[in-house]
């Protein structure tokens, strides 16, 4: 089926589809600099003598998830 043998509720599902798509992309990007940010961050404060220990408590997440967010 073609374009133009799409019915008008087809055609708009599409549409929504589209930007729907576009609009995940840009949450990703968002997502991924949120991510080296953070990653930056935590880097910083284990350069200045703060535990992964002591960050995984502040975050409320395990030290594991800590080294795994500086390895991402």
């Given amino acids: ?3 133009s043998e799409r019915t008008p509720a087809q055609q708009d599902t599409i549409r ?3 930007e729907v798509r576009t609009e995940a992309l840009q949450h990703f990007r968002i997502a991924q600099d949120l991510a080296r940010e953070r990653r930056d961050l935590i880097r910083g404060l284990t ?3 703060v535990s992964q220990a002591e960050i995984a408590r502040e975050l409320g997440v395990s030290r ?3 080294q795994k ?4």
């Avoid at 967010?69 to 991402?72: G, P, Q, R, S, Y």
Wanted: without cysteine; aromatic residues 0%.
């Fill in 1 to 3: 089926m073609n374009a």
């Fill in 47 to 49: 350069g200045e003598g």
């Fill in 16 to 18: 929504r589809l589209k």
């Fill in 64 to 66: 594991q998830a800590v």
């Fill in 69 to 72: 967010m500086l390895a991402i």
